[in-house]
């Protein structure tokens, strides 16, 4: 895909360059007391909720387990349940936040299936418009990130203020 406005563009690539690495974001990520600095907006009892740094649409959110495990069939049923109930959550602070007209709620599972930290399991949450792909992506095959991702981090993190305390 062609990018309009893309200055995270060589991070995305340097970022499957180091997905080869030991180190894992989402881990670092999950133990950072720089919650901000990794985009960590809320973090729950085993999961937590981090922005994806390389947006397919403004709002385009994570939720990740704290363990470092490859895919669903690995959790446990509290990791389980705490999972869904925080999409649940991060799903209707985006739509407080954002008011799209839809959403995709979706895990890449293996990097057969495009995931692109295969090893860490994420459900992405990604907010959409009418008409978002219609022109620009389908046709154009281009993706616009039409906000800085440190206003989405305020806007996220200020949304789940107000919905959760
Ligand atoms: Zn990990």
Redesign the pocket.
């Known amino acids: 895909m062609k990018t309009m406005w893309s200055p995270w563009r060589s991070k995305y690539i340097q970022g499957f360059a180091n997905a080869q690495d030991d180190s ?1 974001f ?2 670092t990520a999950s133990s950072t007391t720089a919650q901000k600095e990794h985009l960590v907006v809320r973090e729950f009892e085993h999961s937590f909720v981090i922005l994806n740094r390389f947006p397919y649409n403004s709002g385009h959110t994570m939720v990740v387990p704290k363990r ?1 495990v490859p895919d669903l069939t690995e959790l446990d049923t509290s990791e389980l349940h705490e999972l869904f109930e925080v999409v649940q959550s991060t799903q209707s602070v985006l739509q407080n936040v954002y008011s799209p007209h839809g959403c995709n709620i979706g895990i890449n599972s293996g990097r057969a299936a495009g995931a692109g930290v295969p ?2 399991l994420h459900v992405h949450i990604v907010p959409r418009w009418d008409g978002d792909t219609n022109f620009m992506s389908t046709l154009a095959d281009i993706t616009i990130a039409s906000e800085a991702i440190e206003e989405t981090y305020q806007k996220v993190s200020d949304g789940f203020e107000q919905q959760y305390g």
């Open positions: 894992c989402l881990c470092h090893g860490h």
